[in-house]
C-alpha cells in the first residue's frame, strides 16, 4: 500500500466518522478539517475556520487550490506528474468535499 493510499484510507474513516455525527463530534471534525487544511498548506485558511469565519466556504476554496497543484511541470513546461498523482488528487479532493459539506451543513 503506498502513501495515496494510506491517506484516502484515512480520509474514508474520517467520513464515515462524519456519517454518524452528533453535535459534538461535529465540533471534533471541524477541528480535524481546520488542521487537514493546515496541512495542505493553507494556514491562513485554516486559521479563519478555527474563528469560524466562513469556514466552509474557506475549506472548499483550499481544497479546490489544492486540487490544482496535482500536475506537475519542470522548466520546460513537459508534464513529469508521477503516476497516481493526479487520480489521488482527485478523488482525496472528491471525498474531502463530501466530509466538509456533511460537517457543515
Known amino acids: 500500500m503506498n502513501k ?3 491517506y484516502l484510507k484515512q480520509l474514508q474513516l474520517l467520513k464515515t466518522y462524519t456519517m ?3 453535535p459534538k ?4 471534525t471541524k477541528i480535524l478539517i ?3 487544511v493546515e496541512d495542505l498548506g493553507f494556514a491562513r485558511c485554516a486559521e479563519e475556520m478555527r474563528k469560524n ?3 466552509k466556504e474557506n475549506a472548499l476554496f ?4 489544492w486540487r490544482k497543484q ?10 513529469i506528474t508521477p503516476a497516481g498523482r493526479e487520480d489521488f488528487y482527485n478523488k482525496f479532493a472528491d471525498l474531502f468535499t ?3 459539506e456533511n460537517v457543515y451543513s
Open 20 to 22: 454518524v455525527s452528533t
Open 98 to 100: 463530501e466530509i466538509v
Open 34 to 36: 481546520a488542521d487537514l
Open 53 to 55: 469565519r466562513q469556514a
Open 70 to 79: 496535482a500536475k506537475l511541470f519542470n522548466r520546460e513546461g513537459e508534464d
Open 25 to 28: 463530534t461535529k465540533k471534533k
Open 4 to 6: 495515496y493510499e494510506i
Open 62 to 65: 483550499a481544497i479546490e487550490r
